[in-house]
């Protein structure tokens, strides 16, 4: 049943417009129109006395308020369009995960005049949809968007609920609460953590005083002229975070190792073998992992001249194929029989590193031949090939090359060269966990490239955006970067739950929105229809559709 409307042209040329109630009925296979109702000419319409009726009908199915519709449809005007889609995607995630619930937990009894949960959720929907600052986020959500249960935001409404963040999961621990309802939902498994630390800078003059959070020391991003903080990330085989920390920006690897691992102990996640890179792997650090029955994986540093390194390298045995870039070697060293090491070779990174270390040989030469020619031509007074051969001696990459003759004047390091020869392609690696085959040693290990995806992620322009940083006070940091982590999370759920980047999904999602009609009886907000597309990423992630009124008010 539909309604129609027909037309009759008058002999003075006007045209004349009728309103029917019809239906369709099939005669002899071909579809006819039935009228049922001749509701008359449309210039004479009652448009209150159907709009009345509409409502009555609606009422009488039980849908009151969606049975509410504009009279006078032809002055309806689009006054608003916001996006709707990733909101409404991170909003039902953030639920599934019940973030919100172990907020309100941690918060206790105290009472906010700001429903902090939303504005909470509003941060960290702002780091990933459009990353900004705290100031523009609460103009972000007032205009621009549409976050369910929450009409608009102040700059002063965040920083307080930054506040109370950190204060909850200091006092309650919320990263744990909502990790464990990660694992619970994902079935994740928390056996394997991978560990590993980056570095992010403040583009400012000078550093904190001592005992600062913000100080200088050695950058990750290359940037050592700037004071930092470190910060720490714990995540899953899958990728999922776990956890994160921070630290002041002089902290070094070495001395996180005992903080990170009496951490997640206390979380008793149970038998855990830790995997952390190069940095980490002090014969401390690597004894105080397998306290309370935990095991390890760690990179070892590989250079040529290396007691270990040469060592392992003279144990006889035979490389096994793993994948068709990855072969494998195990070694057993006499007097450790607590721990075993294995050797990986990596074809293509081999050829990777023949070719650089020859086009730096290559430029050994030739400014060495330059140099030579610089010395017979130099005249008394002329020290311009001495400085040159200081500077090639003390260049980052090409130094290491070069050796210094007893006459003082450098030469090619040819035994060097060898040396570094051996180890193309090869990285050395050791467990504490004998059990393990050395292929998933291997596999477990190169896991650690989803931590640095992740630290990717989180610095990343268009992505979470972790920089840069505009807070000053350390606790606002603190929650600054746990908001992030935050975003980290519900990417990562997305991601898994779809098998699509976020990129992805946030492009497909964008294009769902909340569209505002207002006509002369009241405001209607209507979301567009959803695609295929979009019905499949919701309904992967277990999120329901969203309604098609969101918002309905009448005068």
């Known amino acids: 049943m539909y309604l129609r409307t027909i037309q009759r042209r008058n002999k003075d040329g006007s045209v004349v417009r009728y309103v029917q109630i019809a239906h369709n009925k099939r005669v002899n296979g071909v579809a006819q129109a039935d009228v049922l109702v001749n509701l008359g000419r449309e210039d004479h319409l009652d448009r209150q006395a159907l709009s009345r009726l509409v409502a009555s009908i609606n009422r009488y199915l039980g849908d009151d308020d969606a049975g509410v519709v504009l009279d006078q449809v032809d002055e309806l005007?689009?006054?608003?369009?916001?996006p709707l889609g990733a909101i409404w995607l991170l909003d039902g995630l953030w639920h599934q995960l019940d973030i919100g619930g172990a907020l309100r937990e941690a918060f206790g009894d105290r009472m906010f005049t700001t429903d902090m949960e939303r504005v909470l959720f509003a941060l960290v929907a702002n780091r990933v949809v459009d990353p900004m600052s705290k100031l523009s986020a609460a103009e972000w959500v007032t205009q621009d968007v549409v976050i369910p249960g929450l009409v608009s935001m102040?700059?002063?409404?965040?920083?307080?609920?930054?506040?109370?963040?950190i204060e909850a999961d200091t006092q309650a621990g919320v990263q744990e609460a909502v990790f464990f309802q990660v694992a619970n939902l994902l079935n994740l498994d928390v056996d394997v953590i991978l560990f590993d630390t980056t570095s992010t800078y403040w583009e400012c003059d000078?550093?904190?005083?001592?005992?600062?959070f913000r100080r200088f020391g050695h950058s990750k991003d290359h940037?050592?002229?700037?004071?930092?903080?470190v910060i720490g990330l714990a995540v899953t085989k899958e990728g999922i975070p776990v956890r994160c920390w921070c630290w002041p920006?002089?902290?070094t690897d070495m001395t996180v190792v005992k903080e990170v691992r009496d951490g997640l102990r206390q979380w008793r996640l149970g038998r855990v073998i830790t995997i952390t890179d190069r940095g980490f792997s002090s014969g401390d650090n690597l004894n105080y992992l397998r306290a309370g029955g935990g095991h390890f994986i760690a990179g070892e540093r590989m250079r040529a001249g290396m007691a270990l390194?040469?060592?392992?390298?003279?144990?006889?045995?035979?490389y096994r194929q793993v994948t068709d870039n990855l072969q494998v070697k195990q070694v057993h060293l006499p007097g450790a029989e607590?721990?075993?090491?294995?050797?990986?070779f990596n074809r293509e990174e081999a050829f990777f590193n023949k070719a650089s270390r020859e086009a730096a040989v290559a430029r050994v030469v030739a400014e060495l031949a330059r140099i030579a020619v610089m010395r017979t031509n130099a005249v008394d007074g002329d020290d311009a090939h001495v400085r040159a051969e200081c500077a090639l001696r003390d260049h980052k990459t090409l130094g290491r090359w070069v050796k210094q003759l007893p006459s003082g004047r450098l030469a090619l390091d040819k035994a060097k060269i060898k040396a570094e020869a051996r180890l193309d392609g090869k990285y050395l690696l050791v467990t504490?966990?004998?059990t393990l085959p050395a292929a998933d040693v291997a596999l477990s290990y190169k896991n650690l490239l989803k931590v640095e995806r992740g630290f990717r992620d989180l610095k990343c322009v268009n992505h979470i955006e972790l920089r840069p940083v505009y807070h000053r006070l350390e606790h606002r940091i603190r929650a600054h970067v746990l908001l992030c982590w935050l975003a980290l999370l519900l990417t990562r759920v997305a991601e898994t739950a779809t098998a699509m980047t976020w990129r992805r999904i946030a492009i497909e999602m964008g294009r769902l929105h909340a569209v505002t009609l207002t006509g002369p009886a009241g405001v209607v907000c209507h979301t567009t229809n959803l695609t295929d597309t979009q019905k499949s990423i919701l309904s992967l992630c277990h999120v329901d559709k969203p309604p098609a009124i969101t918002h309905l008010s009448t005068i």
């Open 154 to 165: 102040s700059e002063d409404q965040a920083y307080r609920a930054m506040d109370a963040l």
């Open 223 to 229: 940037r050592d002229d700037l004071p930092q903080i």
């Open 309 to 318: 390194v040469e060592q392992v390298l003279a144990c006889p045995g035979r």
């Open 432 to 434: 504490s966990d004998l």
């Open 206 to 212: 000078g550093q904190e005083d001592e005992g600062g």
């Open 249 to 251: 920006g002089e902290t």
């Open 77 to 82: 005007t689009v006054t608003g369009s916001k």
């Open 338 to 344: 607590d721990r075993k090491w294995v050797v990986c």
